[in-house]
């Protein structure tokens, strides 16, 4: 077994964040009528892609080495002068000096987000176990808007489907160093889900099934193949996020991860 130290979890977050920073990029190249912005601050990187997009936040943060209280300022200035809250998922290895700098400044916990890893992918479920009835295959360059609304219709009944989520979703599907996957039951669109390779870490995304196919499978058989690319890819790590408690936490855990720590993402209003 790994054990989870300030290492692991630096592969991580950094790979997470380095995801946001490269969804943002693409997400600029198809949509250059929206007001993306990149910053390295206080060792994480933050970005923001409109006030509403759900990659608009920062991620690494604290975990290079102590934070001062100007850092902290310089996160909050670049989300305020833009026009949106200041968001930060923060890893718990973090100086605990660090909470309480962001405490000072009137940043409240917004949400919770347990990080599962699975480090063993050799040994990971394969695609030849998917249940009957459910096939998986990559999507094509040409299936864009397929597979970005498929993945939010399945989100749907937690987050509102907007035109801001597309083209963030869009944004990912831009990546040169990913694969997106369609989930098919008889033959008819299921779901979908994303894969991208980053420091050796196997991150996996945007994993939705449509209501009318659920309990079929769809899920395990996504995460089969997006493991499996993973491994040839040469990562010896995967990551997953999920709410605790939910019904996605549960799968991705009877599919071998584990929780290495429990995330927070605290928000300071404008």
């Not at 007001?35 to 206080?42: D, G, H, Y």
């Not at 400044?105 to 040994?123: G, M, P, S």
Request: hydrophobic share 45%; glycine share 10%.
């Amino acid at each position: 077994m790994r054990f989870i130290d300030l290492n692991l979890a630096r592969r991580v977050e950094m790979a997470e964040a380095n995801a946001g920073r490269e969804c943002a990029e693409a997400c600029r190249r198809f949509h250059p009528e929206h007001s993306v912005a990149i910053e390295e601050i206080a060792g994480g990187v933050a970005v923001f892609a409109g006030v509403d997009s759900p990659i608009t936040q920062a991620i690494g943060v604290g975990l290079h080495g102590a934070v001062s209280g100007a850092e902290v300022d310089a996160l909050g200035d670049f989300f305020h002068r833009r026009g949106a809250p200041a968001a930060i998922e923060l890893c718990p290895l973090v100086d605990i000096s660090l909470y309480e700098k962001f405490a000072a400044r009137n940043y409240h916990l917004l949400e919770l987000t347990d990080v599962l890893i699975l480090d063993d992918l050799a040994a990971a479920r394969v695609p030849g176990t998917m249940s009957a009835g459910v096939t998986v295959r990559a999507a094509t360059p040409d299936e864009s808007k397929l597979w970005t609304q498929t993945v939010a219709a399945g989100f749907a009944e937690h987050y509102p489907v907007t035109q801001v989520m597309l083209d963030v979703m869009e944004g990912f599907y831009g990546r040169r160093d990913a694969c997106f996957y369609l989930a098919f039951a008889d033959g008819i669109v299921a779901g979908g889900g994303g894969v991208f390779a980053g420091q050796g870490v196997g991150g996996l995304f945007g994993a939705s099934t449509l209501p009318t196919f659920r309990r079929r499978g769809v899920q395990s058989a996504l995460l089969a193949v997006r493991l499996a690319w993973a491994c040839d890819k040469g990562c010896d790590l995967a990551v997953s996020f999920a709410r605790p408690g939910s019904s996605s936490h549960r799968n991705i855990e009877r599919n071998g991860f584990r929780v290495a720590y429990t995330r927070t993402k605290l928000i300071c209003a404008l």
